[in-house]
């Protein structure tokens, strides 16, 4: 099968994953199948595959590439609906892994008329889920510049938050900003002139703006909380993100659920691992130049995993 791109990361995450022939496994983030597809390839006759996307692109891809496939189940849905999805396909048993690449994917920055992408031109979109109708740019017309401001903080950590805002809101109120090249030249002339930039200016806005439409880092939390639930013993979740805020998420939920609680010394000493359910297998991966060379995407990747015990 050929695909429209190398998926990041992928024989770290087919390892990592530890998949066994009869087991049952997660892809949240399909995509256009790259991990999929290399997962089926593990897995036998009676293994199990439930493959997640809510971006309808994703799902006439799925359907027709595995539609033959028995052991491929494909749901059009928020992955932080995990828990009713698995027990749509796959009853009340428990999974043996569950995947989580975040973020935008490569069609989706690729293709301009989604809207995710600062140096092409199209409508200033960004539903990961066409069928929303809230729009990036509906709801930059709709918000205010302090609503605006404290988003491009908050998701994007963004230091010209405020005067980027009010920019936004002057280009909407005489008609400026149509397209997306339209909102990243606003973006990029609030940023101090005849300075060198390892990255374009709109970087962290158009991060900000995606992550808060999409409802994205929320959505994080509820499916990593889910989790515990949903995955065997020995089973693992593996976690690839691109930016530090999904990191620290992920990074503090496995932590937290790893660790234990901290003694105070000349107490009593109680059973404190029975309030751990995960293990952590590995420190944050980082692609390969190889693997960065294949696929730029993979450069900002970051990959942690943890095991149910």
Not at 58 to 66: G, V
Not at 200 to 228: V, Y
Request: proline share 3%.
């Amino acid at each position: 099968m050929t695909l429209s791109h190398s998926p990041v990361l992928l024989k770290r995450v087919i390892e990592s994953l530890k998949i066994t022939s009869n087991g049952t496994y997660v892809d949240c983030t399909f995509g256009r199948g790259g991990h999929s597809e290399n997962i089926l390839e593990k897995i036998g006759t009676k293994g199990k595959l439930i493959a997640i996307d809510k971006d309808s692109e994703a799902e006439n891809f799925a359907l027709k590439k595995f539609q033959d496939d028995s052991r491929f189940f494909f749901e059009k849905n928020n992955f932080s609906n995990i828990e009713l999805i698995i027990k749509k396909y796959n009853g009340s048993n428990k999974v043996n892994g569950i995947l989580l690449d975040l973020g935008v994917s490569s069609p989706q920055l690729d293709n301009p008329s989604r809207g995710f992408s600062f140096n092409k031109e199209g409508p200033i979109d960004m539903r990961m889920d066409t069928e929303n109708k809230m729009t990036a740019l509906l709801w930059l017309k709709e918000a205010n510049v302090d609503e605006i401001s404290k988003v491009l903080k908050k998701y994007g950590e963004e230091k010209y938050a405020n005067k980027i805002a009010i920019q936004i809101k002057e280009s909407i109120k005489s008609n400026k900003l149509k397209t997306t090249l339209d909102l990243s030249k606003t973006i990029s002339g609030c940023y101090p002139k005849n300075k060198s930039r390892k990255k374009n200016p709109a970087t962290k806005s158009f991060q900000a703006i995606r992550i808060f439409i999409n409802k994205e880092l929320q959505e994080l939390e509820k499916i990593l909380n889910d989790c515990l639930d949903l995955i065997e013993k020995g089973g693992r979740i593996v976690v690839i993100s691109f930016h530090s805020l999904e990191d620290r998420i992920v990074k503090n939920f496995i932590n937290k659920h790893s660790q234990g609680r901290n003694v105070i010394s000349n107490l009593p000493i109680v059973n404190l691992d029975k309030e751990l359910t995960l293990k952590k297998i590995k420190v944050p991966l980082k692609a390969s130049e190889d693997e960065i060379q294949n696929n730029i995407r993979a450069r900002s990747a970051r990959m942690r995993v943890a095991e149910r015990i």
